[in-house]
């Protein structure tokens, strides 16, 4: 049973930085990617920042240059390193590992709430 738990977020000013993590166990598929994701109550949710299954990483637009994403060498635990926060960063963000070869299969995390006040 894969399960990921997340930790980290909270409450910063424009301008400040926060931290988030998440543990995956449970894994025994290949790993097709992992990363994060943020979604607002009733909006669309987009990727922030990704590993390809090659360790490459991929950032949004909108966080190049602040947001850095980061991974143990077993690929068991991430992190996403959030720094100069907008008020429009402000979401809830999961964690996502995307696994399996023939029915690839998405699993998250329980989701973490990161505030950005103006």
């Known amino acids: 049973q894969v399960q990921l738990v997340e930790s980290g977020g909270g409450l910063v000013q424009t301008g400040g930085s926060l931290g988030l993590s998440c543990t995956a166990s449970g894994i025994d598929m290949k790993i097709n990617s992992m990363g994060w994701y943020r979604r607002a109550p009733g909006k669309e949710g987009e990727v922030v920042a990704q590993?390809?299954?090659?360790?490459?990483?991929r950032y949004s637009d909108g966080v190049k240059g602040r947001f850095t994403i980061s991974r143990d060498a077993h690929w068991n635990t991430m992190y996403l390193q959030m720094n100069s926060l907008k008020p429009e960063d402000s979401d809830v963000y999961y964690c996502n590992y995307n696994l399996g070869m023939l029915v690839p299969v998405d699993f998250w995390g329980q989701g973490t709430q990161v505030t950005v006040s103006s």
């Open positions: 590993f390809t299954a090659g360790g490459v990483a």
